[in-house]
Nanobody
Framework: LPLVQSGGGLVEPGASLKLSCARP????????IGWFRQAPGKEREAIAC????????HYVDSVKGRFFLSRDTDRLQVFLQMDSLKPEDTAVYYC????????????????????WGQGIQVTVSS
């Protein structure tokens, strides 16, 4: 089943936003959840991965220390907390469910994900 995202919006630089990702009517499975974003005129890029079963996270350098992944204890939702937002963070953000449980070398590869969220706009502008 596809995933559903919520959150997002328009904020000023330095502000925070929290995105969520869930599977309607069901728990998230024990597969890794990846997060991607696509800025205008650019290719979609991987930014973070959460291994639900290991409770471990991975981030690319551009968001490390500002973005934080978490999940609720019931595996109903995964959250992407985005702090100290910058204009260059402006993009459509996607969550996706991978085919494996651990975020290993494969996690930045989009073909490794089966189910995607609908995407949600995040705009950082003064």
């Amino acid at each position: 089943l596809p995933l559903v995202q919520s959150g997002g919006g328009l904020v000023e630089p330095g502000a925070s936003l929290k995105l969520s990702c869930a599977r309607p009517g069901d728990n998230l499975y024990y597969f890794a959840i990846g997060w991607f974003r696509q800025a205008p005129g650019k290719e979609r890029e991987a930014i973070a991965c959460l291994s639900i079963i290991e409770d471990r996270t991975h981030y690319v350098d551009s968001v490390k220390g500002r973005f934080f992944l978490s999940r609720d204890t019931d595996r109903l939702q995964v959250f992407l907390q985005m702090d100290s937002l910058k204009p260059e963070d402006t993009a459509v953000y996607y969550c996706a469910e991978g085919r494996r449980e651990a975020c290993e070398n494969w996690w930045p590869d989009m073909p490794a994900y089966d189910y995607w969220g609908q995407g949600i706009q995040v705009t950082v502008s003064s």
